[in-house]
């Protein structure tokens, strides 16, 4: 099977997949960064009733735009309460921040802008206008009112908003379930010291954070050896948690131990392809094994996670009606790039001035190398066959933050 080009295995990958319908009701509580799934209308007018917006002093429209007079306070009211008096010329209503407003009153004084006579009469220092100091009932939304389309990605503005909608529940899209196994005898959990021969599983790590912040819900398979039955075994747990997508790390090439491929192949996996014209992640496998993706990553950790950035991040995004993640820039080359060769370069880079807009590449491109991934700012793209890029030139890069 002759190597895909990278863009083609892209679209190849977004066109065959949907977005999930499937939705769930949820308490506002858990909803951040969620998607909802269908427009969201006000059950409330806000505010339900003209309201103070300041501490001070209700007065009637006839006493609006005087300085000096004086006025009757024939009581109060405060946030929560309603007033039972009705407002007059010559008197006022001492009034809190979010109290309704009287009957009669058409302004509110603010408290600075009074001084007090007695117990029962103030006087007003600087006129207020009519309708000052009023928030008008609805002048923030009314009943039935369009406030959020479905698709909107929700958080914590739009949450406050849905809950001063009278929503305590809304209706999003279920999250991608993403399952990741590991495979390789070599691998040790996580936190356990290698012995002779093995590494640290540390691919998975970074896979499954990568998955969360593009909104999935992780199926953690562990670490699987290298043998049927034990990879049969970790993909039949990914099917009966229902996993949209399985991604596996490691055993997706042609050596003796990668079983990966002969294994889903035989528990009836459609392979999409296989192989890809880039470096750092050849080895990738695409396929279908029911209504279950598979993406087989490369199980260098450098290389599953450049693959999974490039396929598995716009994917999940799809799936969770997320909006495409746009990290391509181009900025000038600060060092000359020699020629690349038929594959795709993918090439570990950093920015060289505070404003990103001039890049290098690192010194060392070993695919093995993740405290160089973790220094790098970008990926340097050199496209196939590309001819020697010189100092100043433009390229193309990929931000991986």
């Known amino acids: 099977m002759s190597l895909l080009q990278v863009g083609e295995a892209k679209e190849r990958i977004s066109a065959a997949h949907k977005p999930i319908s499937e939705t769930e009701n949820l308490n506002l509580n858990q909803l951040l960064g969620r998607i909802i799934s269908r427009d969201i209308l006000s059950r409330v007018t806000q505010p339900p ?16 735009g005087k300085e000096g007079i004086s006025l009757e306070v024939i009581g109060e009211v405060s946030a929560g309460q309603v007033a039972g008096q009705t407002i007059t010329a010559g008197q006022a209503l001492r009034i809190f921040t979010g109290a309704p407003v009287p009957d009669g009153a058409s302004a509110v004084i603010i408290q600075e802008n009074t ?21 008008r009932s609805g002048q923030d939304f009314s009943n039935g009112q369009p406030l959020l389309k479905a698709g909107t990605q929700l958080n914590a503005r739009s949450l406050s908003l849905a809950a001063a909608a009278g929503h305590g529940t809304l209706d999003v899209y279920r999250r991608p379930r993403i399952a990741i196994l590991a495979t390789g005898n070599e691998l040790v959990p996580l936190g356990t010291l290698p012995g002779p021969g093995q590494i640290s599983a540390s691919g998975g790590i970074a896979i499954a954070a990568l998955a969360q912040e593009n909104g999935a819900e992780i199926i953690d398979l562990g670490i699987a050896r290298d043998t049927r039955a034990e990879i049969q075994d970790s993909v039949k747990r990914a099917i009966a948690e229902k996993a949209d997508v399985l991604l596996t790390i490691g055993g997706a090439s042609v050596g003796d131990h990668d079983l990966i491929r002969p294994v889903l192949g035989g528990m009836g996996m459609e392979l999409d392809f296989w192989k890809v014209a880039m470096r750092p992640g050849k080895p990738l496998m695409v396929g279908r094994l029911g209504e279950m993706l598979v993406l087989g990553l490369p ?15 716009p994917l999940l995004r799809k799936l969770g009606h997320l909006p495409p993640r746009n990290r391509e820039a181009s900025v000038l080359l600060e060092e000359s790039m020699p020629t690349n060769g038929p594959r795709q370069h993918f090439m570990r880079g950093v920015f060289t001035d505070v404003s990103q807009t001039s890049v ?42």
């Open 360 to 401: 290098r590449a690192l010194s060392s491109q070993d695919s093995s190398l993740l405290q160089a991934l973790t220094q790098a700012d970008c990926l340097i793209v050199r496209p196939s066959y590309a001819s020697e890029a010189k100092a100043g030139d433009s390229v193309q890069i990929i931000r991986l933050a």
């Open 115 to 135: 001084e007090q006579i007695d117990g029962r009469h103030i006087r007003i220092t600087s006129a207020a206008s009519e309708g000052a100091n009023i928030r």
């Open 299 to 313: 199980g260098n950790p450098v290389s599953s996670f450049v693959c999974a950035l490039l396929f598995a991040e």
């Open 49 to 64: 009733f003209d309201a103070s917006a300041m501490d001070g002093y209700a007065i009637h429209e006839r006493d609006c």
